[in-house]
């Protein structure tokens, strides 16, 4: 996953993508050795457990600012602060007498360390297995890391009112999502650690198939038969005021960065496009009430 392919970029991700060819040199060198190598500063002692965190630390600060990745960086910070003990965090209390600080290392210095019991060694099978468990999870991960295709693919859902989906001169309207690419005029948004759930679905729909993500259909006959709910989901709502459309499609685009200072960007365009084809046929109504039955889905009415 490059920065311009991450599920919701923001603007500094527009930026950062445009940056020389040595800055990504050094960002994914970067990267690699902080995923890679700084997890075993852990096992090496109390300084680098301290250096671990605060690379960690660091890294996901730099995540955040690069890209909407919802609350992912933000809980990935909380363990790493356990890598700073007592001695570390000793300047944020009050060296006092019979003050917290105080207290804390008499305790410290009472307190005896019992010998590893049951639960001890209970704990340390289940984090063996955690570790197996998360190996085997991030093998697709790493598996799409070393592709070769590394391009951004969106499915962009269009409505009209004509009765003929295939009349040559039927007039297509885009359903724009709150945070995802769509309208290429649109700037990228803020809302980490805010997390748009269907927007972030809608980037993995648009690297699989309508078959593998059943939901989609869903989704465009509740947009068919207008229900709140779901335009509450949506930012723009081309049937707004009108009557509901007739027939909604999937379209599949290749998308990209507009070149700052070029010429797409000076029309202000921030992504440039290109059609794949049909994701999804056209449907209607009608045409889903038998898909919607097969389910057991409530179907869609009309207000």
């Not at 990745?69 to 933000?74: G, I, P």
């Not at 003050?99 to 639960?119: A, H, I, M, N, T």
């Not at 001169?169 to 700037?187: H, I, M, S, T």
Request: aromatic share 14%.
């Amino acid at each position: 996953m490059t920065i311009q392919t991450q599920p919701v970029p923001n603007p500094i991700a527009y930026f950062m993508h445009r940056s020389p060819g040595w800055f990504h040199q050094f960002e994914t060198l970067f990267n690699h050795f902080i995923e890679l190598v700084v997890p075993f500063f852990i096992f090496m002692g109390r300084r680098m457990c301290v250096v671990h965190g605060i690379l960690q630390i660091l890294f996901q600060v730099l995540l955040i600012i690069s890209g909407n990745l919802s609350f992912l960086n933000w809980l990935t910070i909380v363990p790493s602060i356990a890598c700073f003990d007592d001695r570390c965090l000793a300047f944020l209390f009050s060296p006092r007498h019979g003050g917290v600080k105080e207290r804390v290392l008499q305790l410290q210095d009472s307190s005896q360390k019992p010998p590893p019991g049951l639960g001890c060694h209970i704990r340390r099978v289940v984090n063996i297995s955690f570790g197996l468990l998360i190996a085997y999870l991030s093998v697709p991960v790493v598996i799409n890391l070393l592709s070769s295709r590394q391009e951004r693919t969106e499915v962009i859902l269009q409505g009209t009112s004509s009765p003929d989906p295939n009349d040559p001169a039927a007039v297509w309207q885009e359903f724009d999502f709150k945070c995802k690419p769509g309208d290429l005029w649109r700037q990228p948004c803020f809302i980490s650690p805010y997390h748009y759930r269907l927007d972030w679905l809608m980037w993995f729909a648009a690297f699989q198939t309508y078959e593998q993500n059943e939901w989609i259909i869903h989704l465009a006959g509740k947009l068919l038969a207008q229900e709140e709910e779901a335009l509450s989901l949506m930012a723009t709502n081309p049937f707004a005021g009108k009557d509901p459309p007739r027939w909604i499609r999937g379209e599949h685009f290749k998308y990209k960065f507009s070149r700052p200072g070029g010429a797409h960007a000076a029309e202000g365009k921030w992504w440039i496009r290109k059609r794949i084809g049909p994701y999804f046929p056209p449907v209607n109504l009608r045409g889903l009430r038998k898909f919607y039955e097969d389910r057991n889905w409530p179907y869609p009415v009309r207000d």
